[in-house]
Structure formats: structure tokens, C-alpha cells
Nanobody
Framework: VQLQASGGGWVQAGGSLRLSCAASGRTLSGYVMGWFRQAPGKERELVAQITWSGGRTFYADSVKGRFTASRDKFKNTVYLQMNSLKPEDTAVYYC????????????WGQGTQVTVSS
């Protein structure tokens, strides 16, 4: 699975951005798609997750109610809609994929920078 992330940028606090992650290489049926982020000096963290088949989502507490993960099966793309952005959301965001109940994400896209200014 090849993943191509896009949509990062600069935004003022309170603003919105939508990240996209286009997948290619194989059908994503049975896969779980994740959005991670890593801020300078911090560990990478999972912020959102969505199952490709059923669309079941999970969100980290820090983004719950502000971020929404979705997928477009026709475009083979997952999205992360980020609203009410805060300066602490500033990070490099990555999309990733894993199959089924495997613990580790095996496939990673390149990161996209999100910068939120106060």
C-alpha cells in the first residue's frame, strides 16, 4: 500500500484544515487507516483511526469533538477534517495503514506539516 498525504499548511487558532491521504497499490478492504502526528521533541501519537470497511472511528481525547476522520471508497482516500485548531495541534501529520487487528501500522505516508498560530 502506498500512501500520499497532503493538505497541511498554516492556519490561525480556531481555523480549519482538511488533510487527505490517497492510497494505491491494493484494495483497502479490511484495513484500518490511522492519522498520527509528531510535534518537535514529542513522541508520535495516534490522533484518529477509521476502519476502511465499516467506517468505525476512534479519536484521541485531545482531538475528540474537533477532528473527524472519513473515507471515500471511490477515491481510495481518507480524510482528516480538523476544526477549532489550537497551537498545540502544530505537528507533522502522517497517515498510515494496517491490516485487520494487527497492532503495528505497516504502511506510512510522508508527513504533512500543520502549523497553528496563536
Amino acid at each position: 500500500v502506498q500512501l500520499q498525504a497532503s493538505g497541511g499548511g498554516w492556519v490561525q487558532a480556531g481555523g480549519s484544515l482538511r488533510l487527505s491521504c490517497a492510497a494505491s497499490g491494493r484494495t483497502l478492504s479490511g484495513y484500518v487507516m490511522g492519522w498520527f502526528r509528531q510535534a518537535p521533541g514529542k513522541e508520535r501519537e495516534l490522533v484518529a483511526q477509521i476502519t476502511w470497511s465499516g467506517g468505525r472511528t476512534f479519536y484521541a481525547d485531545s482531538v475528540k469533538g474537533r477532528f473527524t476522520a472519513s473515507r471515500d471508497k471511490f477515491k481510495n482516500t481518507v480524510y482528516l477534517q480538523m476544526n477549532s485548531l489550537k497551537p498545540e495541534d502544530t505537528a507533522v501529520y502522517y497517515c498510515a495503514a494496517k491490516f485487520g487487528t494487527v497492532v503495528e501500522y505497516a504502511y506510512w505516508g510522508q508527513g504533512t506539516q500543520v502549523t497553528v498560530s496563536s
